[in-house]
């Protein structure tokens, strides 16, 4: 009963999505409007945490390597720690914006990880490039949050940093167990299914 | 002509930018997800479900997208509006 891998990426992939939703959503009307309705404000922070809770099981039901389990796991600590945070913000339990910081190294630890773990090069398959396309992709984005601690009400940071959770989940929608990429396939990648 | 009617007479509001683009959002979501499903129609496991696996019934990406715009639209869209509204209205 256990899901194929890529459907794992793909249930992921609809939580970055919800993400980035919300997250334009706040963007365009302003965090003060967005949060005067108290389940609207604990939506995607608690998205977010919820995500990192379920990597757990990713981490233990799909480790076929320890450096998978490794980057999975990653994940798993980034994500909640980015969530939890959010969510103390939303409370009121925190308040300085510079404790968003967490968003920004977990945009990098996740970044790492997928760089790190990905052993193959860039067009051995479609996975492997999406993997090398996902990790440049959120070292790079990690500026974002930074920026956000020093100008937190900025629309146009609010606007990319939203657009960068769409980005990855259109990424981890086009993510198969095995595909071709731009025509280029392994011959030792194996045969595609499906 | 009665004049207290005249009064009641509700004069159309104009939405303002902000209100328009996040009311765009799900209905784009859902078109997105639309257009995925009708390119790669082998993604919708529903159009042939014979000898299909569990996880290949309910996780159809097209359809999380197409599901994921209308929750926005449906659940968080109106209340957002409103709010919206009245900010706009007491500003």
Known sequence: ?194 | MNAELVSELEVPRQRSSRARLVSALGPLTVLIGFVWAIMQPYRITLLHPHGQTFWWLVIEPPLLVILIGALFHFVVVPGLLEDLENADATS
């Open chain 1, 1 to 194: 009963m256990q899901p194929p891998s890529e459907h794992v990426h793909w249930m992921f992939a609809t939580g970055f999505l919800i993400l980035g939703l919300c997250m334009l959503g706040e963007a365009i009307v302003g965090t003060e409007i967005w949060t005067r309705r108290r389940w609207r404000a604990y939506l995607w922070p608690s998205t977010l945490f919820l995500m990192g809770v379920l990597m757990w099981p990713v981490m233990t039901f799909f480790t076929n390597s320890t450096i998978h389990m490794i980057a999975h796991g990653s994940w798993a600590q980034v994500l909640m720690l980015a969530g939890a945070t959010e969510l103390a913000l939303v409370r009121g339990k925190i308040s300085s914006p510079w404790w968003r910081l967490t968003s920004a190294l977990a945009l990098i630890v996740s970044g790492a990880a997928l760089l790190i773990h990905e052993q193959n090069g860039w067009f051995f398959q479609r996975s492997a490039f999406l993997h090398h396309l996902m990790g440049w992709t959120l070292v790079t984005v990690a500026v974002i949050p930074f920026a956000r601690c020093i100008r937190p009400r900025s629309v146009g940071l609010g606007s990319a940093y939203a657009l960068t959770f769409v980005a990855l989940a259109v990424l981890l929608y086009c993510d198969r167990d095995l595909a071709p990429v731009f025509g280029h396939l392994s011959p030792v990648a194996g045969i595609p299914h499906r």
